[in-house]
Antibody, heavy 118, light 106 residues
Framework: EVQLLESGGGLVQPGGSLRLSCAAS????????MSWVRQAPGKGLEWVSSISGSGDIAYYADPVKGRFTLSRDNSKNRLYLQMNSLRAEDTAIYYCATTWDLHRFDYWGQGTLVTVSS | DIQMTQSPSSLSASVGDRVTITCQAS??????LHWYQQKPGKAPKLLIH???NLEPGVPSRFSGSGSGTDFTFTISNLQPEDIATYYCQQSDNLLTFGGGTKVEIK
């Protein structure tokens, strides 16, 4: 069974930075596109960013473009989301997910909570 | 950007009822439409991919149909364990979710 474990969430002030990490196991990580999806408290799902299996191409949703950077280390089976210039509206649970063919999210982690507040 | 309009936003039905949720895309999405179930406090779960393909292990009372811009998700025989919020998602041009439909038992 695929396992995804997110970490790195927490409380950060507006304008601050945070790096999320997702540890993957029980599948061939280097061949699998990956994504982050977030969910603000009491709200719906919002796609944030996706990256190809090799890590050579990444896509971003407009609200995070230029502030967030998605990367992966296939030697460590880890996915990272560097989040800069954080805003209150970035407050959400951030889920790491495998992304079949960069189309659908077939396995999900349990999420890590990011709170942006002064 | 492709917008996904999901309706209704919530519904209440009895055990055994047939439940239908619709999802409309702002442009043709070539059947790149997927459905998820999210139970309270849990991560979402993929139920159906590419409009009508059931994921392994998902009960056959769940089904999906549609093409182009208009899609439908159906639970044919609502069970108590189906209480959840359901989301559609397109992947024809980047990735976008619908607003979600909260399903409750009457």
């Amino acid at each position: 069974e695929v396992q995804l474990l997110e970490s790195g969430g927490g409380l950060v002030q507006p304008g601050g930075s945070l790096r999320l990490s997702c540890a993957a196991s029980r599948f061939t990580f280097s061949t699998y596109p990956m994504s982050w999806v977030r969910q603000a408290p009491g709200k719906g799902l919002e796609w944030v960013s996706s990256i190809s299996g090799s890590g050579d191409i990444a896509y971003y949703a407009d609200p995070v473009k230029g502030r967030f950077t998605l990367s992966r280390d296939n030697s460590k089976n880890r996915l990272y989301l560097q989040m800069n210039s954080l805003r209150a509206e970035d407050t959400a649970i951030y889920y790491c997910a495998t992304t079949w063919d960069l189309h659908r999210f077939d396995y999900w982690g349990q999420g890590t909570l990011v709170t942006v507040s002064s | 950007d492709i917008q996904m309009t999901q309706s209704p936003s919530s519904l209440s039905a009895s055990v055994g009822d047939r439940v239908t949720i619709t999802c409309q895309a702002s442009q043709d999405i070539n059947n790149y439409l997927h459905w998820y179930q999210q139970k309270p406090g849990k991560a979402p779960k993929l139920l159906i991919h590419d409009a009508s393909n059931l994921e392994p292990g998902v009960p056959s009372r769940f089904s999906g149909s549609g093409s182009g811009t208009d899609f439908t998700f159906t639970i044919s025989n609502l069970q108590p364990e189906d209480i959840a919020t359901y989301y559609c998602q397109q992947s024809d041009n980047l990735l976008t979710f619908g607003g979600g439909t909260k399903v409750e038992i009457k």
